[in-house]
């Protein structure tokens, strides 16, 4: 989608180069960040893919064409561009700024029309009520979500973000955050996205660049730039608890385990035999068919005397599937169980996660990310 | 009532000299102001050129206007043409340098945003640019134009025409309604003028 090849930038009267050889290929589809601290040429490697800056040296292709070849306002008109400040054209409403693009693209005026409340609709801000308003007029939230509005305007399949949360506050950040992967995951974009926030590249990431003085020191997975940093500079910018963050990278619905479901009606005796089974050590109780909010285990059965009834305990701690392994351990810290449940957005018991499970996830990763 | 018998005995010359001083001026202003906004769109591109031509538009307005005048006199004579140039050269600094202070005090972030999205110079120039810098320039031209007024009754001393006929006949016949008559009117145009640009200003401004 987007490849460097070689690409070096050179400041006459400066002795380092601000981008040094630099290949990368970022793939359609993922968002890849550049990240490292002020003054190693991630924003300067961003703005040479719309051509803000020429590069000194190699070639820079997009969807196969030489970028140096391809007619520069063209280009910047189907890449989507969002920066720190944003940039809203305070003399022009909401509307206006995010019809930019479509208006230079030649679109009808009612097409853009629909095109603006889609998108506000999207970056959730009621188009009735910020159609007409003036930039000055908004939180810094809301402005930012007008320029990801207005970056996704005319539907590029490339975007560029430069630190595009990096002046919000900490709560409105990790929102804005989330509510972009959301809609990433819709959008599938193929996004470059510079940050100085390790952490943020880590949350946002399918792929992280770390660039230190104009040269990439690594390239990799979140998970594997944990795992294994390249080099000292790496593992500084990572600050230590490397497996402690990997547990941010690690998912409830790939860390549980299927629970498994002893039927009541088929008694104590079919419940203890599955607890037998490998994995199995806890089940949930169903009648007829449908999963109850109790479980039993081996240990509650033999207590209970072989009565399922009174083995039965209330299950009180789940978690989405989309919550983090680390949210798993904190509700794990707080009930002092060793296990807890998963459940799906219809509240239906899915499966079940041991601490074990976390051990052996975080090891696993560590082994995986050795490739 | 000496005074209002004054003006009632001569109302037609003083309307004929304020429609002149009215002409002259706003020839002066329209090429001042196409020119000035030219020059102060033009010397973004160098802050060493923006100090030289800031400096030389400075230089021309601390010039005496007096002075300033007879200086054209060997150059293009007497009349209306020196005056035209004499007052457009002297209106220069305040256009070029407002222009020139409202867009670089635009934030690079709006301008990297509109280059970054693929707007043209030409179109960041009209669309973003300019109505940005708007108040600014509107502001230079409220004090452009009204020095303009105020300085085109020199004019007169080089044969121009306008209300300042009136100022300089009243001083070598010590007729001190005339001069009375010739400020007042100028005054009455400078207000009236002033206060018509601030109202197209501030309906711009929302």
Redesign the interface.
Known sequence: MIRFDCVSKRYPLEATAAVDDLSLHVRPGEICMLVGPSGCGKTTTMKMI?K?ITPSAGTITIEGRDSQALD????????G?I?????????MTVAENIA??PV?LGWKPARIAARIDELLDLVDLDPAIYRQKKPRELSGGQKQRVGVA??LAADPRIM?MDEPFGALDPITRAKMQDEFLKIQEKLRKTIVFVTHDIEEAMKMGDRIAVLKAGRMVQLGTPMEILAHPADPFVSELIGGRQALKMLNLIFCDRLMRQVAVADRALGAEAALRLAAEPGAARMVLSSGGVRERFYVDGQSLELAGGDLAAAARPITTTMRPRASAQDALSEMFRTGDRFLFVEDDSRQIQGVIELEDLFRQVKGCEHAGQA | MDFIRFFNARWQTILQLTLEHLVIVLVAMVISILLGVTVGILICRSRVLARIVLSLAGIMMTLPSLALFSLLIPLLGIGKAPAIVGLVAYTQLPLIRNVHTGITGISPAIIEAAQGMGLTEWKILFRIKLPLAFPAVMAGIRTATVMGIGIGAIAAYIGAGGLGVFIFQGISRTNDKMVLIGAIMISLISILTDRFLGRIQRRFDR
Request: charged share 15%; no cysteine.
């Open positions: 719309n803000l520069t306002i063209a280009l910047r008109l189907n890449i561009y920066i720190q400040e944003i940039g809203l054209f305070p003399h930019t693009v230079e207005r970056a560029l």
